[in-house]
T-cell receptor
Framework: AQSVTQPDIHITVSEGASLELRCNYSYGATPYLFWYVQSPGQGLQLLLKYFSGDTLVQGIKGFEAEFKRSQSSFNLRKPSVHWSDAAEYFCAVGSSGGSYIPTFGRGTSLIVHP | GAGVSQSPSNKVTEKGKDVELRCDPISGHTALYWYRQSLGQGLEFLIYFQGNSAPDKSGLPSDRFSAERTGGSVSTLTIQRTQQEDSAVYLC??????????????FGPGTRLTVL
């Protein structure tokens, strides 16, 4: 069965600092990987996704993530955080075919200090 | 529609009452998912529809929970005899298809359910 681990429940950074949110997955084949962001009172918005090809994926709002098969990781990065990035971030893994039920991590809450 | 919509946005009910939560997916999306998000928790999968059928109901927490989808579009999640532990945000998502490329999920804003 597939699983996702987000080791950090909370991350606090200063505005303008760089950011890396960790995500580790467990899946037997090539995974489909996603990062979503959830602002307070909102649904989830897709930041970026990895299906195949280039392992460095660019997303919206200046985010990027790198798929590292050897480490079973798909960490999310941003070079300079803005106060508006404060939100909950979810990593998810999906299967490449068949009945698709994505598995979500528990989320990482990002706090941005001015 | 332009995105996934859910109604109501907020629902307050008394313990023991039944509630219905509605989800309107993006037009043309064949797959539809319901999740529950309790305070400070991640997403708990409830049920998944492919068209009007539900191949996977494994996440429904009890027989008080049921869901249906009609016309391959609108879905309703029903909770009977609500309990306080049912209080949560219920999220709906749809995707163009299930499995493989194209299964990117689009989420609605959620329904916040409070059971008093």
């Amino acid at each position: 069965a597939q699983s996702v681990t987000q080791p950090d429940i909370h991350i606090t950074v200063s505005e303008g600092a760089s950011l890396e949110l960790r995500c580790n997955y467990s899946y037997g084949a090539t995974p489909y990987l996603f990062w979503y962001v959830q602002s307070p009172g909102q649904g989830l918005q897709l930041l970026l996704k990895y299906f195949s090809g280039d392992t460095l994926v660019q997303g919206i709002k200046g985010f990027e993530a790198e798929f590292k098969r050897s480490q079973s990781s798909f960490n999310l990065r941003k070079p300079s955080v803005h106060w508006s990035d404060a939100a909950e971030y979810f990593c998810a893994v999906g299967s490449s075919g068949g009945s698709y039920i994505p598995t979500f991590g528990r989320g990482t809450s990002l706090i941005v200090h001015p | 529609g332009a995105g996934v919509s859910q109604s109501p946005s907020n629902k307050v009910t008394e313990k023991g009452k039944d509630v219905e939560l509605r989800c309107d997916p993006i037009s043309g999306h064949t797959a539809l998912y319901w999740y529950r998000q309790s305070l400070g928790q991640g997403l708990e999968f409830l049920i998944y529809f492919q068209g009007n059928s539900a191949p996977d109901k494994s996440g429904l927490p009890s027989d008080r929970f049921s869901a249906e989808r009609t016309g391959g579009s609108v879905s309703t999640l029903t909770i009977q005899r609500t309990q306080q532990e049912d209080s949560a945000v219920y999220l709906c998502a749809s995707s163009l298809k299930s499995g493989g490329v194209g299964n990117e999920q689009f989420f609605g804003p959620g329904t916040r359910l409070t059971v008093l």
